[in-house]
């Protein structure tokens, strides 16, 4: 687990300080310790075609996420053969022409050797892996059911689980506050990244600062006013937002881009190597098994605005 750690460091620093866009990736892991152990398997270069560089970033943190490999290396998708070949330590990179392939197929806007956004990317992976593990266990639950009369509740219940979901998919609790007459109600949602918001009127700041900004307390108005089930129109809301389940492993996405497309926020975003979300829990999460977070992947895209 440190190699992989190690794997995903080493990217960061070949990225540089200054982004229009990072996803930070924290897990239940312990840092790396020291430079001997990057001579493994699992810490491998890929070769970049044209503008793949988005790609590659995205395919180097879903390599380095352990439990993720260690899962897949048991099933039939897309990402074996890159992964065996990055594992078994033959050479120091490789070329990931069958992912980029792959990817192309089947979503036509990588298709090109144009810069894309890592981050949509990242997710578009993630879903299509989902997607995938999905069917692949609902195939195997038809086959083990085969003439059960609980098939499709037997679908329901266990096929929609997969790896990605358990390792990524946290959950936000929701509370609004009609201030017309105080009805309260309650909402969750699921999630696989916090698109965090980034001070605009500071310099410098840190990742707890832009968490603290995604969950503080806001007031809807105007445009946004919610429709109140107890007033029967729409009202200004208080909304509190908390965590209620934590994944194990979390993304967190900055904001830099403003309302236009050249309005890029250059606030300087600080992190540590740990970080602790016990403050955004929700009272009835406060025993969860993920609070605490260690970094171990960062993707930096450096874009020039033109
Ligand atoms: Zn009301």
Request: hydrophobic share 35%; glycine share 4%; proline share 4%.
């Amino acid at each position: 687990r440190l190699v992989h750690e190690q794997a995903s460091y080493k990217h960061f620093l070949f990225h540089g300080e200054t982004s229009k866009m990072a996803t930070f990736r924290w897990s239940p892991f312990p840092r790396p310790q020291t430079f001997a152990e990057w001579n493994r398997p699992g810490v491998c270069g890929l070769d970049n075609s044209g503008n793949s560089c988005y790609l590659n970033v995205v395919l180097q943190c879903l390599c380095s996420t352990v439990p993720l490999v260690e899962h897949l290396l048991n099933q039939d998708t897309l990402f074996v053969r890159l992964l065996e070949e990055m594992w078994l330590g033959r050479s120091s990179s490789c070329a990931p022409l069958e992912a980029r392939s792959v990817l192309s197929s089947i979503l036509p806007q990588f298709n090109n050797y144009c810069q894309q956004d890592a981050q949509e990317l990242l997710l578009f992976l993630l879903n299509t892996l989902h997607d995938d593990l999905k069917k692949v266990q609902q195939h195997t639950l038809l086959r083990k059911n085969e003439g059960c009369a609980s098939i499709k509740q037997n679908r329901n219940c266990a096929a929609d689980f997969t790896i990605v979901s358990h390792l990524f998919e946290g959950q936000l609790s929701y509370k609004t506050l009609c201030m017309h007459c105080d009805h309260q109600a309650h909402s969750k949602q699921a999630f696989t990244v916090l698109s965090l918001p980034i001070p605009t009127d500071i310099i410098k700041c840190s990742i707890q600062d832009c968490l603290s900004l995604f969950f503080e307390q806001t007031i809807l108005t105007g445009g946004e006013q919610m429709l109140c089930s107890v007033c029967g129109l729409r009202r200004e809301t208080v909304v509190l937002t908390s965590l209620d389940k934590p994944p194990e492993i979390l993304l967190l996405h900055l904001k830099r881009w403003g309302e236009t497309k050249h309005n890029l926020l250059r606030t300087n975003v600080g992190f540590s190597m740990k970080l602790d979300l016990t403050p955004f829990l929700s009272s009835s999460a406060q025993n969860a098994s993920y609070s605490s977070f260690h970094l171990y992947a960062v993707v930096v895209s450096k874009r020039e605005i033109h």
